[in-house]
């Protein structure tokens, strides 16, 4: 069995008494081309505009080493995220992926898809020797599985944000010791 398919095994099995109480059948694994059309449309429809869209074919075509994970309920692409490298320009050895875009159905958010989907990325991240994910998102929703201010690491944004809506989440915290610095982005971010 594959490493990927091991894990959303274990994922699924976690949560399965959840999904069940909950009357869905929901299921966190590796996009695969026949997902692209749905993911388009989930993606579309979550940020009502193509910016995200455009990212995530971008990323696909040009980023080498992301995770791109869907939650699927009944044959139905409900969720979907991405992971991607980042650097930070004075130490390109120090594996570090940013977590975006993520989409869930509108219709089903507040249900426990997202929380499904980041921690599947966030453990594959981890099996993969990935020091760090980097977030920029909304500063209630984050914390909950571990991310904090990045400045606390001295890892900055790239762009102008709040300081508590670009955090960080150590996965092999050694590796972040004497690192620092802005993290460098794929550039199809800077289209958004």
């Known amino acids: 069995m594959t490493l990927l398919h091991n894990i959303s095994r274990t994922l699924q099995r976690r949560r399965n008494a959840t999904w069940h109480s909950l009357g869905y059948d929901t299921k966190v694994r590796a996009e695969t081309p026949a997902d692209y059309s749905a993911i388009d449309r989930l993606t579309q429809n979550t940020f009502k505009n193509n910016a995200e869209v455009k990212l995530i074919h971008t990323l696909r ?10 939650a699927e309920q009944q044959g139905e692409i409900v969720g979907y995220v991405m992971f991607s ?5 004075q130490d390109n050895s120090t594996r570090l992926m940013a977590l975006a875009p993520m989409a869930v159905s509108n219709v089903l958010q507040q249900q426990g898809i997202g929380s499904a989907l980041v ?3 966030l453990e594959l991240c981890r099996q993969q020797g990935i020091a760090a994910v980097v977030v920029l998102g909304h500063p209630s929703y984050y914390p909950r599985f571990g991310f904090v201010p990045a400045s606390t690491f001295n890892i900055y944004s790239p762009w102008q944000v ?13 590796a972040l010791h004497k690192k620092n610095g802005q993290v460098v982005y794929h550039p199809a971010f800077s289209a958004l």
């Open 61 to 70: 075509q040009h980023a080498e080493d992301s995770i791109a994970l869907v």
């Open 85 to 89: 490298v980042v650097l930070l320009p």
């Open 119 to 121: 921690r599947a990325g």
């Open 162 to 174: 709040p300081d508590n809506t670009f955090m960080l989440l150590p996965l092999q915290p050694q």
